[in-house]
């Protein structure tokens, strides 16, 4: 042990410092891209919500799904409570990221989240 | 010091290079909003010497403005010209006036650049009001850029034509502004001119067609590669007088605003200019005549008219998706 050039406690704070370098210089490249959660029931787009503007709870009992309710809060979103028997939907927990997906199979409830950011806007 | 203390340092020290160089070598990204050509400009540059090249953009799109195209700035080329009745033309003046002379000869009149004295009739952005009909026959008797006389770099402006940019200027702007972004070693920009935007760079852009019905949102999302995207629309400048709207896009053949059911047309080119001009030009034509002068310039058009029908030419089609809930193609419903 004296003669090993790293402990493991030495090696877990080494990675562990990499790994914050990683996630920051990612979280600088990524910009404050604000992010939209698509509500789509049996394939339609019922509801579109701008994560980046959620800060307060807002429920949401999408069209043809009212069984379903859908929770938004601080930038995330989530099936909060379903009529289904699995509650699947429910489990899958908290969206947040672009591309994070939870479906209510039952309800056919799909929520998506897009980086709904432009690059311009002509007028 | 013992061997490990020695490593750690040395990793210490390497990440510390490390970070430096990310950050001094990274693209960078600059942005610019400020005023000018009586709009709102809005430039974003990612790369090295972000700063640098952004401050260009905006110092010679405050010189395009003031020293060449703006006629109510005083001493401009296009006020001298203008109070003149003609002169030299500038090297520059003289390329765009002979693109948009192109453009009023190939929309068969259905764009001018020579209505300022119409225009000012109408008195948008000041105190907006219905002309007197004499009044407007007279000054659009005056007008046409086919009375205009060039010859070489000299122009004869007859009395009572007024050179007026203001359908072209955005458009000029990205052009001078891709002439210094190609000259620099930027890895992408997106300019806005008042809305004429310019996306630059080897990805795909979004470009949002704003909802012409009002509010902050857009109808449609344009994905597109580097290109000039501009947009005309009767929502942009206009006033009500006893229950009617009067927008700020004139028919130069009737000197009133252009009455068809467009709301708003958007014309996409590699050219800024063209692309200025030609939303101009394609929503006074209409959607049948504006869609074959597009087509004639190698341009892609979307038209949006006032039942929420969108028309867009073969080749944009497929890159657009519509996100206004009221509005379809008009060939799919």
Not at chain 1, 24 to 44: C, H, Y
Not at chain 2, 85 to 110: F, M, T
Not at chain 2, 216 to 228: E, I, R, S, W
Request: some cysteine; charged content about 25%.
């Amino acid at each position: 042990m004296k003669n090993k050039l790293f402990r493991k406690t030495d090696l877990i704070i080494i990675l562990a410092v990499a790994l914050a370098a990683v996630a920051f210089i990612l979280w600088q490249r990524m910009g404050d891209t604000p992010l939209t959660a698509e509500i789509s029931v049996n394939g339609k787009t019922v509801e579109s919500v701008d994560l980046s503007k959620i800060t307060d709870r807002v429920e949401i009992r999408p069209e043809g799904a009212e069984n379903v309710l859908i929770v938004a809060e601080d930038g995330k979103i989530r099936f909060e409570a379903s009529d289904c028997p699995d509650k699947l939907c429910v489990k899958q927990g908290e969206l947040y990221r672009k591309g994070d997906t939870a479906v209510c199979l039952p309800e056919k409830t799909v929520i998506t989240v897009t980086g709904a950011e432009l690059d311009a806007v002509t007028y | 010091m013992n061997k490990k203390a020695l490593i750690a340092a040395a990793v210490c020290l390497l990440a510390g290079i490390a970070a430096v160089i990310y950050f001094t070598c990274a693209p960078k990204t600059a942005t610019a909003d400020f005023f000018a050509m009586d709009t709102y400009m809005n430039f974003k540059v990612t790369g090295k010497n972000a700063d640098a090249v952004i401050s260009e953009a905006k110092a010679e799109t405050e010189r395009l403005d003031k020293e060449i195209l703006s006629r109510q700035s005083a001493g401009s080329e296009v006020d001298a010209l203008n109070k003149n009745y003609g002169g030299v033309l500038s090297e520059r003046l003289k390329k765009y006036i002979d693109s948009l002379l192109g453009v009023c000869e190939k929309s068969g009149g259905g764009y001018d650049f020579t209505l300022g004295a119409v225009s000012d009739l109408w008195g948008f952005g000041k105190n907006p009001a219905v002309p007197d009909k004499d009044e407007l026959k007279n000054a659009l008797n005056l007008t046409g850029a086919d009375k205009l006389r060039i010859n070489d770099s000299n122009i004869a402006i007859p009395q009572g034509a007024v050179l007026d940019f203001g359908s072209a200027g955005k458009g000029i702007v990205l052009d001078e502004v891709k002439g210094i972004l190609d000259n620099s070693d930027v890895r992408e920009a997106v300019i806005s001119a008042g809305g004429s935007i310019m996306v630059y760079g080897s990805r795909d852009f979004t470009v949002g067609i704003k909802d012409p019905e009002g509010g902050n949102g857009y109808v449609a999302v344009l994905t597109v590669p580097q290109t000039c995207v501009s947009t005309s629309g009767s929502y942009e400048r206009y006033f009500e007088s006893e229950g009617k709207r009067y927008h700020h896009i004139l028919d130069p053949e009737t000197g009133c605003p252009a009455d068809n059911s467009l709301i708003s047309v958007t014309v996409i080119s590699q050219s800024g200019i063209l692309s200025d001009a030609l939303s101009t030009a394609c929503f006074v034509c209409g959607i049948e005549d504006g869609m074959r002068l597009a087509e004639e310039y190698g341009c892609e058009a979307v038209f949006i008219d006032n039942n929420h029908r969108i028309y867009a030419s073969a080749g944009i089609k497929d890159s657009i998706e519509i996100t206004g809930g009221a509005y379809s193609f008009a060939d799919e419903e």
